[in-house]
């Protein structure tokens, strides 16, 4: 028992400094998106979203956040697609690791994430789930209590999406997974931080 309260008097001495350097932010983000491989003759389209992020220290931290796109997948007569829009609602949950903290912070990040797909089904891409490994950089300029910064986020989809047929099945093109029907997002980032 003495042990347990030394260890708890221990942390709660050790906490403050801790948490001293901690910041919570909120960032909003506005940009493009693109898809690769099988999806890439759609257009390049709309990125936006908002993440809320948890950093104990001024090196590492956790980000949730949500990820939309809408991009327009033109109509191929080799693959049997007619044109359509593709939309994607992606909640998101990730490791950020800052490189060099400061007032100009570049970063590295990398998660899980739950993609809703729909919208396209004219093009054969039916509404659904898809598991999403979310992972890219920015870089972050801390402007007093105000965030101001650039993201690049990679989206590698474990399953599959198929195309080119009304009602989604083998008998459409097949966007395998990952490699073949990803996406990408390069945003701009607003945001403020508490300390």
Same mark, same amino acid.
């Given at each position: ?117 729909? $919208? ?29 910064? $650039? ?45």
């Amino acid at each position: 028992m003495k042990k347990i309260l030394v260890a708890l008097a221990g942390a709660v001495l050790f906490a403050p400094a801790v948490w001293a350097d901690s910041e919570f932010s909120v960032v909003v983000q506005g940009g493009a998106s693109h898809y690769t491989q099988s999806l890439s003759g759609s257009a390049t389209g709309a990125a936006y979203g908002a993440r809320f992020g948890i950093l104990p220290t001024p090196m590492l931290g956790v980000e949730l956040g949500y990820l939309g796109t809408q991009n327009n997948v033109e109509q191929s007569l080799d693959t049997g697609r007619v044109a359509s829009t593709i939309k994607t609602n992606e909640g998101y949950a990730d490791l950020r690791l800052n490189i060099l903290p400061g007032s100009l912070t570049p970063y590295v990040f990398g998660g899980y994430g739950l993609t809703w797909v729909n $919208g396209a089904a004219a093009s054969g891409i039916p509404n659904r789930n898809v598991n999403t490994l979310p992972f890219g950089g920015g870089l972050e300029a801390n402007l007093g209590n105000f965030k101001l910064g $650039g993201r690049f986020q990679y989206n590698y989809l474990f399953d599959r999406i198929y195309t080119g047929s009304n009602n989604g099945t083998t008998t459409g093109v097949g966007a395998d997974k990952g490699g073949n029907s990803d996406f990408y997002s390069v945003s701009l980032d607003l945001g403020a931080s508490f300390r």
